[in-house]
């Protein structure tokens, strides 16, 4: 080993005994590419209040500046240990291992969430404006191919899912019921106005409309109920809304809960004389 080799060896390894963490815990901070850091890790003083960027945001010129920086020092081999370099299928295995069964705190979850509220959304979107290739569409399709989810898994996808809150969950229900009612613009609508009319003409104080989120079977909200006795319910059916299909799926889901239930078509409202002798068997039980 050649003399300044020597010395520069000796200078570092002086320096490393000398230098102490600027924090003043009396510690001896690392060398980073033959420099000695200020603090040792955790150690700076520049936390909270004391930190001279405290309740600052930098603007998104900044960011992109900090983002060109860091990409430009990543992108030479010596700064990025994993450059050109892939984890081996073992490598990931274990990775995957390490983070099964983690679960983050509240307080993380939170501050990942205030983190993330606002972005990626309009033009920030990277894939604004943008189409997924045909190459891009065919490599999901196949990373997609012969997964299988767990009974575990779909038992929770299950127990979240909307319609199993909407029946199970009290607290869920009063939250989702008030958020589509903000968003509903008018309640009732022309067709359902015309029915109510007709039923309180043929049947005073026996029919009243629920159809704003008042009365809920299963997680389904019917039109009118009968609300002197009889469990009997109505429901109005747009033309375009509905398929035939639904009329008995809608019927039989009531008739579980011990409700008769009558599907009358938007359609049907045209013809006054047919819709009368309808609604007059159903109640009547003729």
């Given amino acids: 080993m050649e003399h300044s080799q020597v010395f520069k060896v000796v200078k ?8 102490l963490c600027k924090c003043g815990c009396g510690r001896q901070v690392n ?3 033959g420099r000695p850091n200020k603090f040792i890790k955790k150690h700076h003083y520049f936390s909270g209040e004391q930190n001279p960027f405290y309740g600052k945001k930098h603007t998104k010129e900044s960011l992109a500046k900090i983002s060109a920086k860091v990409k430009k020092w990543l992108s030479t081999p010596i700064n990025h240990s994993m450059f050109g370099k ?6 990931k295995t274990k990775i995957s291992k390490t983070k099964t069964g983690v679960k983050s705190s509240d307080a993380a979850r939170k501050a990942i969430s205030r983190g993330k509220k606002g972005k990626g959304l309009g033009k920030d979107n990277p894939m604004y404006g943008r189409k997924l290739t045909t190459w891009h569409k065919q490599q999901i399709s196949k990373a997609n191919k012969n997964k ?8 929770k996808m ?4 909307c319609m199993h809150r909407l029946k ?3 607290v869920f229900r009063k939250r989702w019921v008030a958020a589509v009612a903000k968003g509903v613009t008018l309640k009732p609508n022309e067709s359902e106005l015309q029915l109510n009319e007709l039923l309180q003409n043929l049947f005073p104080r026996e029919y009243k409309y629920v159809g704003d ?3 809920w079977l299963g997680g389904k909200n019917p039109d009118f109920m009968n609300i002197n006795g009889k469990k009997k319910l109505i429901e109005l059916f747009g033309n375009y809304w509905h398929a035939e299909e639904d009329e008995g799926t809608r019927a039989n889901h009531f008739n579980n809960y011990g409700f008769e239930c ?6 049907e409202l045209q013809n006054t004389y047919r819709l009368t002798s309808k609604l007059k068997t159903f109640h009547h039980n003729l």
């Fill in 213 to 215: 989120f008042q009365f």
């Fill in 158 to 161: 299950s127990k979240n899912n």
């Fill in 31 to 33: 060398l980073r590419n």
């Fill in 148 to 155: 299988t989810v767990s009974a575990e898994t779909r038992a």
């Fill in 12 to 19: 570092l390894k002086r320096i490393r005994s000398t230098i």
């Fill in 262 to 267: 009558l599907i009358i078509w938007e359609r």
């Fill in 168 to 170: 199970t969950d009290k």
């Fill in 86 to 91: 892939h984890h081996t299928e073992e490598a």
